[in-house]
């Protein structure tokens, strides 16, 4: 069998002859067919005239030199030269400048060359080890069904079938086996024929790739590298710089390798893929303790947590709005086709919180069961199952956690919740064998409340919410916690002085009110910019307020030998409390304070503290609000 080997280069003189010296280092090379791409531009003549001194330097062996007199681009320079290197050879070998071979590279490529030129089903060989961890089997290759395009090598016959096929992945996504072949070996490759067809890559290599997926081709690896890739250091034209993809080079040099007389794909080959450009769908085996469900959504915020939804559950379809086919081996249905399918969950997987309403709204318009609709934002995170959110009839959702349930309506309430139950903002700790009594200044729609209320420490949760809608849903989601007398709750708010004050309210940014106007007038701008807050549903509320000291007093009275603890989030009041609590002396009676400054900086608020002899920590998330937590 003749065997051509083909270098392409361009303008990286120092890392093509790392290439060329790999190769002097391999018996058998007799012969280098070498294609160097025109000059793109003057900026890259210096180093491009080095190259082409490198390439004419060669005396070890024949060297067949082509230089374009024009700038090819990538693509085109290595289907060129590939077809023009066949003309001469039954197989080829293709090196770019800068994957660099092992001594035994070639006697390896030769050798897997002649063992399977027969075997219609595979159709590359490559001497690059992929960043995955396998467990070494008695072979010295494995098989997969992704191309690798650093040091590799494929048939005349296997070649001929090579073609710009933009069509491609429709047919794949159409046919349930093929979909999966394509989710195992090739996530990542519709989003790069994409950017080909946007002029944005100049990817030869995404063509034969989705060739040998639509084959369900077998490519052939070996277990340890034997290609070196030295290109990712940002000086390539069409790579940029990562080391994603080291991985630690053979340093054993063989004579012969054990390859198997069938070639096949191990499971364990695509469970490690799965983590590169596979897909957990695809691998995924049903399990009698996992429930079945139907997964709406199709885009990133799915992709991005595939590997935990397979881990908790089977899918048996997508829902999606815009896609059809298939997925992974599993349909793609309209939302008028669920009623064909029995599951126990239809998991929301949508990023926009509002969106997701709209999409359970929909839903249940087609007869679905509330209970059955479960927003993954809340279902899914990296730490496991953390808890459900479901849509009510009302258009709220139900938002539930291993000991919590909670209502909403809003992506700003969902958030809110979202921080105080699964981020744990309000976890505290103190060491003294006291129990805790705990102030929740600004208790919005209750969610802080019920967490105090949940912790095995705290004996009672005094909480304050001025706004009448706020303090409405407060009750209903505490009513279990009001009952057993674990909270008390007021509808008036905690400040500096006694007021009472005309204050917009806007139903669409609960979370963000204040009772001062000029910090509520702000913040409402911002929620419009956000398309948060809608003009409509704004409406002047009378609210009344009340002096900290006059209100805390008393319960620091009745409850002496408990530890006082105050959580503050009340949109710029905070500093007209603790300058009004520092001054009666009260200050320095709480234990801890957690608490979210608003728009006029930390600086007045940690005076304060200080005075009362505090120490903290604090985390600012921006210019305009930041987290303190003070304790002594």
């Known amino acids: 069998m003749d065997i051509g080997i083909v270098v392409f280069a361009y303008n990286r003189s120092q890392h093509l002859k790392r290439v060329l010296d790999g190769l002097k280092e391999n018996k058998g090379v007799s012969k280098l067919y070498i294609f160097q ?104 290759i494995y098989g997969c069904g992704r191309i690798s395009s650093w040091g590799w090598g494929t048939w005349k016959d296997r070649w001929e079938q090579y073609k710009v096929d933009n069509d491609i992945i429709r047919r794949l996504k159409a046919d349930r086996d093929k979909s999966r072949y394509l989710a195992l070996w090739g996530t990542d490759l519709e989003r790069v024929l994409l950017e080909r067809l946007q002029g944005m890559n100049d990817s030869w290599a995404v063509y034969w790739a989705l060739h040998v997926i639509e084959k369900e081709g077998l490519c052939i690896n070996p277990y340890k590298s034997l290609i070196d890739n030295i290109g990712m250091d940002g000086t390539g034209v069409h790579c940029g710089k990562t080391k994603a993809f080291q991985v630690a080079v053979s340093d054993e040099i063989k004579e012969s390798y054990m390859l198997p007389e069938e070639l096949e794909i191990m499971p364990t080959t695509e469970k490690s893929f799965a983590d590169l450009y596979g897909s957990y769908t695809a691998i995924h085996e049903e399990k009698e303790s996992c429930k079945n469900v139907l997964i709406y959504g199709l885009g990133n915020f799915f992709k991005k947590n595939e590997k935990k939804l397979n881990e908790l559950f089977h899918i048996k379809a997508f829902i999606d709005a815009k896609k059809t086919g298939w997925f992974a081996g599993k349909k793609i249905i309209s939302i008028n086709e669920i009623s064909s399918y029995q599951y126990d969950k239809i998991i929301v997987m949508v990023q926009k919180f509002q969106e997701c309403i709209h999409i359970s709204q929909a839903l249940l318009s087609k007869g679905v069961d509330a209970e059955k609709i479960v927003l993954g934002h809340c279902c899914i995170d990296a730490g496991g199952y953390v808890g459900e959110a479901h849509i009510l009839h009302d258009g709220r959702i139900q938002v539930c956690f291993s000991d919590a349930s909670i209502s909403v309506s809003s992506e700003d309430e969902f958030n809110n919740v979202c921080e105080v139950f699964r981020e744990q903002i309000y976890d505290y700790t103190i060491n003294n064998g006291r129990r805790d009594i705990v102030l929740d200044v600004g208790m919005n ?157 930390k600086q007045p608020i940690l005076e304060c503290l200080g005075q009362a002899g505090f120490s903290w920590w604090c985390h600012d998330k921006n210019m305009e609000l930041g987290v303190i937590y003070a304790y002594k």
Request: with cysteine; glycine share 6%; aromatic share 14%.
């Open 37 to 140: 791409d025109g000059l793109r531009c003057e900026e890259h003549k210096e180093e491009w005239e080095k190259t082409q001194t490198a390439i004419r330097e060669i005396e070890w062996c024949e060297v067949s030199y082509q230089q374009s007199p024009y700038n090819k681009g990538l693509a085109k320079s290595i289907v060129d030269g590939v077809n023009t290197v066949f003309r001469e050879n039954d197989a080829v070998i293709v090196l770019e400048d800068d994957c660099v071979p092992a001594p035994d590279f070639f006697a390896f490529m030769k050798q897997c060359f002649d063992k399977y030129k027969d075997n219609q089903k595979v159709y590359t060989v490559s001497g690059y080890a992929w960043s995955i961890h396998l467990p070494q089997a008695q072979y010295d």
């Open 445 to 601: 729609i209750g969610d802080s409340a019920m967490y105090f209320a949940g912790r095995n420490k705290v004996d009672k949760v005094f909480g304050y919410e001025p706004f009448e809608t706020t303090f409405i849903r407060a009750v209903e989601n505490l009513r279990q916690y009001l009952k057993e007398g674990r909270v008390s709750i007021f509808q008036y708010g905690i400040s500096g002085e006694n007021a009472v004050r005309w204050v917009p309210f806007n139903a669409d940014m609960t979370c963000g009110q204040s009772t001062l106007e000029d910090v509520r007038e702000y913040a409402y701008d911002k929620y419009r910019k956000w398309g948060l807050a809608q003009e409509k549903n704004e409406q002047a509320e009378q609210i009344e307020v009340k002096k900290a000291s006059e209100v805390f007093a008393p319960i620091m009275n009745r409850y002496p030998h408990h530890n006082i603890v105050l959580k503050m989030d009340c949109e710029g009041e905070e500093y007209g409390i603790l300058e009004e609590l520092l001054q009666c002396g009260l200050l320095e009676r709480i234990k801890f304070i957690m608490l979210e400054w608003h728009y006029k900086g």
